[in-house]
């Protein structure tokens, strides 16, 4: 055991750093859950790319650095410092780009990874259906096969950043004899097709965050297959995996809410202390960013070594969602009667991004997999427990 | 950077874990109950052979040479299996601050510690009574700012008994003029690594221990049926299990960091263990409290095994220091003016 960065580690630090305290724009974006919220985050990707700082952990020949988890844990560190825009194809270059390297065809990496990677191509979700959500092997979409295309018909909602991206990608039914996890083929879907409609669903902040897509005979090119008739079920559970997981949500997003958290405590020490529960919640929250941070390196460096990754994984989203939702549900504390007031509003002085933020964690306990769903994962694939 | 613990290490931990399992079992440690000292020689003795009294003795002194950062995972085996004797004691607590004392003290006790022949504890003001005193050959004990250093023939004993019946706790009282070791600065220091030290191996403990509560669960809730099915198929037990895994999970890499802390010496190691304190005891505790519920009222009886361990779990929480001890020691260190927190922070 050494926990000290080697000087290739400091060095790449340093060379992240330097890059965006350069590039990241001064001016915070606007959400990209508006039209142009969203053009602006797509130029960010394109200037990310630019510096081939788009996806690190990606191989050179792809427009990545190669980099490992490590790496990758430092790259993320430094970004959440910059307060470097939100990734908006996160989608695509976190979930399907490793799927793709792993299961997609060379002619297939190479006609959609360096348009992902510039985010002229923007990914949306299509897993969820309105009768299958924890249940996602209850899909009923269906893809029928008919000479070198599939027709899709059926609908897919909750689907995230739909209502602006370019592409969705999902599992359908290719089989209509088929049932549960069976007969299910991973499919990309461009949501210019004709045929499909995409109605945005408003979140609690009033904005399109994610929608509804409805397929009404939409032609695909086989082409866009991903993995073999039938796999699909496969395919997807590679993009829920481990690594794909510390892609979205690594320890730095948590550490430095947790530092603006101490912070704004440190602020308003006087009311907040009013609550002695305050003060507790706050080490607590400190405590836990750090337990994430450290256990997530732990698990990166035996994965580094070529160790494998267990059902043990299975606790990092739980662990995490429930974190941001309490460290969030603390700032709502102490601004007290502000936590309501819009961040434009007059009365609403120094009250910063929490109320987004505290909007926004009340989804992490929900997407990617409900956490009871994960708490009868870990009792029964971790601990053994009969089901 | 790198976060693992080496091949040795890990079979280390499995041989001694296959040891412990095998020989320390829910049977002996209610033996030792029945018996006056509730510790049993021959185990001591053996693990006196295995070189576990000795790990963190000197090579100089007939030891293993090792460190906090080889022997936490071994504290952990410790824990699961609940072990009464004092070894996480001695090679956490103990045998580091004769190795400091150095001179004479050290040259004398440790190497009768890594034979097995001699038992050396260490009491600290704020843990009120000092553990297993009454098999010591030697007592450090903090007075006031001294130590000093008391043989079995200089003190007087009165038991302080525990609700856990494999804890032996004594007040000790220095009855003849027994030598200071250490006063001034030399003793502060002293005395504040044996109580990061002692805080670490309550920490490893506890992981150990939530792990055996977790285990012995899982079987008794496989087993037990009502409504025609086994209980631990009911989601309302699984989360209960589910949200300890959570805890445990994310309190071993923190132990581990704390233990590599003390063991190269860093600056923040005493924030590192109070946060490996506070987790590990916590997730040990979430532990006791979910599986006494999923045992019912079986969980309430003498005669299940769950309370050994419970009971462990419940006093190591609040012994080298309490829940309050170790957060105000957090707190000070992150709401202090240009603490370096956030992203970036955790290695630097």
């Not at chain 1, 979409?141 to 000479?147: D, F, H, I, N, P």
């Not at chain 1, 120094?350 to 997407?367: A, C, E, H, K, R």
Request: net charge negative; aromatic share 8%.
């Amino acid at each position: 055991m050494d926990l000290a960065y080697t000087e290739q580690q400091q060095a790449f630090r340093e060379e992240v750093r330097s890059w965006l305290a350069e590039n990241v724009p001064a001016e915070p974006l606007q959400t990209f859950d508006t039209a142009e919220g969203f053009r602006q985050h797509r130029e960010w990707e394109a200037t990310l790319n630019s510096g081939r700082w788009g996806m690190v952990t990606w191989p050179q020949a792809l427009g990545g650095r190669g980099c490992d988890l490590i790496e990758w844990l430092i790259f993320e560190e430094e970004y959440y410092r910059a307060r470097a825009p939100l990734r908006v194809n996160q989608n695509g270059i976190f979930l399907l780009g490793p799927t793709l390297m792993e299961y997609g065809t060379e002619e297939q990496k190479a006609r959609i990874l360096p348009k992902m990677a510039n985010g002229e191509e923007v990914w949306a979700q299509g897993w969820s259906e309105p009768n299958a959500g924890s249940d996602m092997a209850a899909i009923r979409s269906t893809a029928k096969r008919e000479g070198d295309k599939y027709i899709i018909n059926g609908q897919k909602t909750w689907s995230t950043r739909a209502v602006w991206a370019d592409w969705c990608f999902g599992m359908f039914r290719t089989d209509p004899e088929s049932e549960r996890h069976r007969g299910l083929t991973f499919i990309l879907v461009p949501l210019d097709s004709p045929g499909i409609t995409v109605r945005p669903i408003p979140q609690l902040d009033g904005l399109p965050g994610f929608a509804e897509i409805f397929f009404d005979n939409v032609e695909v090119s086989v082409d866009n297959r991903l993995g073999d008739e039938g796999a699909g079920w496969s395919v997807a559970m590679a993009t829920a995996g481990f690594e794909r997981g510390l892609m979205l949500r690594s320890p730095a997003r948590f550490q430095e809410t947790a530092r603006r958290l101490v912070e704004l405590y440190t602020a308003n020490r006087e009311s907040a202390d009013c609550d002695p529960a305050v003060k507790d919640a706050v080490l607590r929250a400190y405590l836990d960013a750090e337990s994430y941070c450290l256990t997530t390196y732990q698990t990166a460096c035996r994965l580094n070594k070529g160790g494998k990754i267990g059902a043990e994984s299975s606790t990092n989203k739980i662990f995490w969602s429930e974190l941001d939702q309490s460290m969030h549900a603390t700032a709502m504390s102490i601004l007290g009667a502000r936590a309501e007031l819009l961040p434009h509003a007059p009365a609403a002085q120094g009250v910063g991004t929490w109320l987004d933020g505290w909007l926004f964690s009340q989804s992490g306990p929900i997407y990617a997999g409900t956490n009871e769903v994960q708490r009868n994962i870990i009792a029964e694939r971790m601990l053994g427990m009969p089901r | 950077m790198d976060f693992t613990f080496t091949e040795d290490q890990l079979l280390f931990q499995e041989s001694v874990r296959d040891f412990l399992v095998n020989e320390v079992t829910p049977e002996r440690i209610r033996a030792g109950w029945e018996t006056d000292s509730g510790r049993d020689p021959a185990l001591w003795q053996q693990l006196a052979e295995l070189g576990l009294t000795g790990i963190t003795v000197p090579e100089a002194h007939g030891g293993l040479g090792m460190t906090a950062l080889d022997f936490v995972l071994l504290a952990q085996e410790c824990g699961y299996v609940a072990l009464p004797e004092p070894l996480v004691h001695t090679a956490l607590v103990a045998v580091p601050m004769l190795t400091e004392l150095g001179g004479e003290l050290a040259a004398h006790w440790l190497p009768q510690i890594a034979a097995g022949e001699a038992t050396v504890v260490v009491g600290l003001e704020r843990n009120l009574v000092v553990e297993d005193a009454h098999i010591a050959d030697l007592l450090l004990l903090q007075r006031g700012d001294e130590l000093v250093a008391a043989t079995a023939e200089q003190v007087v004993l009165q038991h302080s008994e525990s609700i856990d019946p494999s804890r032996k706790l004594y007040t000790v009282e220095v009855a003849a003029a027994a030598p200071t070791v250490a006063s001034g600065s030399q003793s502060a220091a002293l005395l504040s690594a044996a109580q990061d030290r002692g805080a670490l191996g309550c920490a490893a403990q506890a992981l150990g221990l939530a792990q055996r509560m977790i285990d012995l669960t899982v079987q008794y809730t496989s087993e037990r049926q009502q409504f025609g099915k086994p209980i631990g198929s009911f989601q309302a037990v699984k989360h209960h299990m589910a949200n300890i895994a959570v805890r445990l999970e994310y309190a071993k890499a923190p132990t581990h960091r704390a233990a590599y802390a003390l063991a190269v010496g860093q600056e923040r190691a005493a924030q590192a263990v109070s946060h490996a304190k506070l987790v590990a005891c916590e997730a040990a505790n979430l532990a006791a409290k979910n599986c006494h519920q999923a045992h019912g009222a079986m969980g309430y009886t003498w005669e299940v095994d769950l309370h050994i361990f419970m009971k462990k779990a419940w006093a190591l929480a609040n012994t080298w220091g309490d829940a309050g001890f170790h957060k105000s020691r957090v707190a000070e260190s992150i709401f202090a003016p240009g603490a370096a927190l956030g992203a970036g922070a955790t290695f630097a």
